[in-house]
Nanobody, 124 residues
Framework: QVQLVESGGGRVQAGDSLRLSCAAS????????WGWFRQAPGKEREFVAV????????YYADSVKGRFTISRDNAKNSLLLQMNSLKPEDTAIYYC?????????????????WGQGTQVIVSS
């Protein structure tokens, strides 16, 4: 029923930009809190950016603050992550996740639905 599909990843040079999309089906994005997470090779999964159901609150990892922006496109029922000034340390598989509650959370285990991820590789 519920399906989240990430897209927009790829191989880029440091300083470039990418926009990741998370197309949702089986749920309405405006009724969930959302998060973007990533997992780099040999490292644990970490939160990147999260937002409340209303969209009024968002929170970013220190490593991406000022460079990444989480947003929704309600018309397309999608979640977005705009990534600017990419760095090699941003290299990871990026996942979108949906949380049934109204509040934002950085804890991945609290999320109800996950996409399968999209690869981002940033070369120096």
């Amino acid at each position: 029923q519920v399906q989240l599909v990430e897209s927009g990843g790829g191989r880029v040079q440091a300083g470039d930009s990418l926009r990741l999309s998370c197309a949702a089906s089986g749920l309405t994005v405006s009724t969930y809190a959302w998060g973007w997470f990533r997992q780099a090779p040999g490292k644990e999964r970490e939160f990147v950016a999260v937002m409340s159901q209303s969209g009024s609150s968002s929170y970013y990892a220190d490593s991406v603050k000022g460079r990444f922006t989480i947003s929704r496109d309600n018309a397309k029922n999608s979640l977005l992550l705009q990534m600017n000034s990419l760095k090699p340390e941003d290299t990871a598989i990026y996942y979108c996740a949906a949380h049934k509650q109204t509040w934002l959370t950085t804890h991945g285990f609290e999320y109800d639905y996950w996409g399968q991820g999209t690869q981002v590789i940033v070369s120096s």
